[in-house]
């Protein structure tokens, strides 16, 4: 009974992945790497952000989602920028690994940003990157019943996928707020070789997403600051948000909780009110340069029960050597 339940683990985990992967149309699915904590990572969805720190930055993420289901995401990035040519350019890399069941993405992609202040307190940023992802997928090594003879077509061979891209983006930004637009994969890569056999059949491949982002800073007298965000998804026929609040408490420790949807068509983008998923985040500005920071999701959709909610951890250190640059906290 319990190998019974395993293998239906492993049956839904590797459909799920299908579908992710693939993003075809009656799952909607989003193939981008999730994190809760977009708003200190936002290298990782606008090549245009590279830079905007004014200082060498180098942050660390790793996030465990779904605690307790077998095959569930886990994701780890590195990302470090800097800006050069006195500010006027930001250049940036990003790397990561996400894997979902049997399916893997490994990644790498340098950015590049032109910077112009457009006044004497604000920048905008232009953006491309450029790069690949291995996609792999260990089809058959799954066993799907429990006498290991199925013959399923679509497990008889493995996946090994190089998928080079290119994105965009554009980030207006000052030390009070910020508005930002991009798209990290622009070119529609096939995930699977042949054509499809149906007029019905969806064809696997990446899908464009669309990210629009923006935020600002309210302070609270002189000891706390308040910092609403937004992040918004969207594919050609789906899209998602993610709304955060955080509270400065004497720029060292933010107190934050964020409502992430989970939507199924784009015309209709609130027709989900439970939502996918709370959040609970803490940022700790324990130096001048380093950043620590937690985030808890826990899932208001039909995983709710059926695991352990997800854990995001996020580290970031800055440079000092020009220190007089470093303002704490560096809200955006």
Request: net charge positive.
């Amino acid at each position: 009974m319990k190998l019974q339940g395993l293998l239906s683990r492993v049956r839904y985990m590797t459909a799920l992945a299908f579908a992710t992967l693939a993003g075809v149309q009656t799952v909607h699915a989003q193939q981008e790497v999730q994190y809760s904590q977009y708003m200190f990572n936002m290298l990782a969805v606008n090549p245009a952000y590279a830079g905007s720190r004014d200082v060498l930055s180098m942050t660390g993420l790793y996030r465990q989602q779904w605690v307790n289901i077998d095959g569930a995401p886990t994701t780890q990035s590195f990302t470090i920028d800097m800006p050069i040519k006195k500010e006027k350019v930001g250049i940036g890399l990003q790397a990561y690994n996400d894997q979902i069941g049997v399916f893997k993405n490994t990644g790498a992609y340098l950015s590049y940003a032109y910077r112009v202040k457009v006044s004497q307190r604000t920048t905008l940023s232009m953006g491309v990157q450029g790069g690949v992802t291995n996609l792999t997928g260990n089809l058959t090594g799954v066993q799907r019943t429990l006498s290991g003879t199925d013959t399923d077509a679509a497990f008889t061979g493995d996946i090994s996928k190089w998928l080079p891209n290119v994105g965009v983006g554009l980030y207006l930004s000052n030390d009070r707020g910020y508005i930002g637009l991009s798209c990290p994969s622009l070119i529609q890569n096939r995930l699977k070789d042949g054509e499809a056999t149906k007029s019905s059949d969806a064809v696997a491949r990446q899908e464009r997403h669309f990210f629009l982002m923006m935020g600002f800073v309210l302070p609270l007298g002189r000891s706390l600051a308040l910092k609403p965000s937004i992040l918004a998804k969207a594919t050609r026929d789906a899209a998602a948000f993610d709304f955060n609040l955080n509270l400065w408490i004497k720029d060292r420790i933010a107190l934050g909780g964020s409502w992430r949807t989970n939507n199924k068509d784009f015309n209709s983008p609130f027709n989900n009110l439970n939502g996918d998923a709370a959040i609970g985040m803490l940022e700790i500005q324990a130096t001048d340069q380093f950043r620590l920071g937690y985030a808890y999701d826990f899932m208001l959709n039909g995983l709710r029960g059926k695991q352990g909610g997800s854990h995001e951890v996020m580290l970031r250190y800055e440079f000092g050597y020009r220190k007089a640059k470093i303002l704490t906290p560096r809200y955006f």
